[in-house]
């Protein structure tokens, strides 16, 4: 697989379950971005998880990153219809350049 | 809070033509990126700048691009002579002081090329 890549690449559940993605690299990182994008519209940026972090927490967002395994998770707790959009992972390296490289994406579809 | 912004939001152009892509990125950020998303496919780099100049570029950043920042807000993307396949959502993004921080992206140009 190439780095930054989800999956599932497609998930739908209903509005107050859990909704985890996860994301698979391959080289050495900096860090890791998680980010939300609506059908044809901006990528909004979620959280960012340094390779020295484990986990971190923002609001129902919880994003974990294993870098022994070269892989993160992003869990979505309680989710709404208006999360529904597609989630990319973002992989930033270590070489001192800001390249991001973004995975494909999972569709999440949430409804009511 | 502040917002890259770009313009226009979409564009349609005839193959062979120039365009220039525009973006405001945030006004206290240093650093300043292109990407582009074909239809469909993953968002991929284009460019980098820094300090007046080009810090990082990929593959697809051949001769037809160019980026400038003309002035102390904007920042530019120039196709040259468009092709076909480079129709795609154009995004621009900024971050503050360190090449390694979060990048904020804007709402994005959709670039047409019939």
């Known amino acids: 697989s190439q780095q930054g890549e989800e999956d599932p690449q497609a998930l739908s559940i209903q509005e107050g379950e859990n909704a985890t993605m996860n994301c698979s690299y391959k080289t050495s990182i900096n860090n890791l971005q998680w980010y939300r994008q609506n059908s044809g519209r901006g990528l909004v940026h979620l959280i960012l998880i340094r390779s020295n972090e484990r986990e971190k927490h923002s609001g129902r967002l919880r994003v974990t990153l294993d870098t022994s395994k070269k892989s993160s998770s992003l869990l979505i707790t309680a989710s709404r219809a208006a999360d529904t959009a597609s989630y990319f992972c973002?992989?930033?390296?270590?070489?001192?350049?800001?390249?991001?490289?973004f995975g494909k994406g999972t569709m999440l579809l949430v409804s009511p | 809070e502040p917002e890259v912004t770009q313009t226009p939001s979409h564009q349609v152009t005839q193959m062979g033509q120039e365009v220039i892509l525009r973006c405001v990125p945030i006004s206290n950020h240093l650093y300043f990126y292109w990407y582009r998303q074909i239809l469909g496919q993953k968002v991929e780099f284009l460019v980098s700048?820094?300090?007046?100049?080009?810090?990082?570029k990929s593959e697809i950043f051949d001769d037809q691009f160019s980026v400038e920042r003309p002035d102390g807000s904007n920042f530019t993307l120039k196709i040259r002579s468009t092709k076909l396949e480079d129709s795609a959502m154009y995004f621009c993004a900024s971050s503050p002081d360190t090449s390694t921080d979060t990048q904020y992206f804007g709402p994005g140009t959709r670039l047409t090329v019939l």
């Open positions: 973002a992989t930033q390296g270590n070489s001192g350049y800001s390249t991001l490289t």
């Open positions: 700048f820094y300090n007046n100049e080009i810090s990082e």
